[in-house]
Nanobody, 119 residues
Framework: QVQVVESGGGLVQPGGSLRLSCTAS????????MAWHRQPPGKQRELVARITGGGVTNYAVAVKGQFTIARDNAKNTVYLQMNSLKPEDTAVYYCNALDDSSFPVRSYWGQGTQVTVSS
């Protein structure tokens, strides 16, 4: 049984930092592409950052140089370090685990964690 669980969200002032964590169980974690997506209120869900099993990363233009994604395969955990936070970063942040070596492709979502950036 697959489980994807995010944690670390909360309320932070502009300019502050948060570190989100996502732990996945029931999968061969090291073979999965892990990603963070976010959904601001009233907007579509969008990709924030992605990291392959080999550590290759991709970032949305809006967060490049501001956010950092990393993974610890020994802990089955992926992290999103968010610095210099702005009100426009306010969103529900979701963790995704994807195995693109299979057909059909397998993809699993966490329940999301709220990040609010406000004075």
């Amino acid at each position: 049984q697959v489980q994807v669980v995010e944690s670390g969200g909360g309320l932070v002032q502009p300019g502050g930092s948060l570190r989100l964590s996502c732990t996945a169980s029931g999968i061969d974690f090291g073979s999965f592409v892990m990603a963070w997506h976010r959904q601001p209120p009233g907007k579509q869900r969008e990709l924030v950052a992605r990291i392959t099993g080999g550590g290759v990363t991709n970032y949305a233009v809006a967060v490049k140089g501001q956010f950092t994604i990393a993974r610890d395969n020994a802990k089955n955990t992926v992290y999103l370090q968010m610095n210099s936070l702005k009100p426009e970063d306010t969103a529900v942040y979701y963790c995704n685990a994807l195995d693109d070596s299979s057909f059909p492709v397998r993809s699993y979502w966490g329940q999301g964690t709220q990040v609010t950036v406000s004075s």
